[in-house]
């Protein structure tokens, strides 16, 4: 068995091999389909773009029925799936606005906890 301890090797191989890759277009010709293949992610760092592709490639991208709100300006403006904030107050604070991206966010939090060490030692010194 494969969940045995301390069985690491395996003694044949993979079972059932994929001949081909899935497409998610086969079956399901709907415009909603052909909309979602041909929507282009921009405004989203690298890897929220391959989250994104990777989401429209196996058919898990599920496209919003009508706008959200924004964190930032909370008017009804994000019209793309994934996204927590319209495009205009992502583009004013240059930041990636998917809904789970924290990349941005932790280089955010390193260069204001720098600044505010600045900011202490500057006090220190003056007083």
């Known amino acids: 068995m494969s969940s045995q301890k301390g069985n690491v090797a395996r003694s044949r191989p993979q079972k059932h091999q994929n001949m081909f890759s ?5 079956f399901d010709k709907s415009i909603q389909t052909q909309k979602i293949n041909a929507k282009l ?10 989250v994104l592709e990777w989401r429209v490639k196996y058919n898990k991208y599920k496209a919003l029925s009508k706008p ?7 008017q009804r403006k994000v019209k793309d799936s994934y996204h927590i904030m319209c495009r205009p107050c992502a583009y ?5 606005h ?11 939090d390193d260069s204001d906890f720098d600044t505010d060490l ?3 030692e500057h006090n220190n010194q003056v007083n």
């Open 118 to 120: 600045e900011d202490t």
């Open 68 to 74: 959200e709100r924004c964190v930032k300006c909370l």
């Open 22 to 26: 899935f497409k998610n277009h086969k």
């Open 92 to 96: 004013d604070l240059e930041v990636c």
């Open 98 to 108: 998917r809904r789970s991206c924290r990349r941005n966010e932790e280089s955010d």
């Open 41 to 50: 992610h921009g405004g989203v760092c690298q890897h929220c773009k391959e």
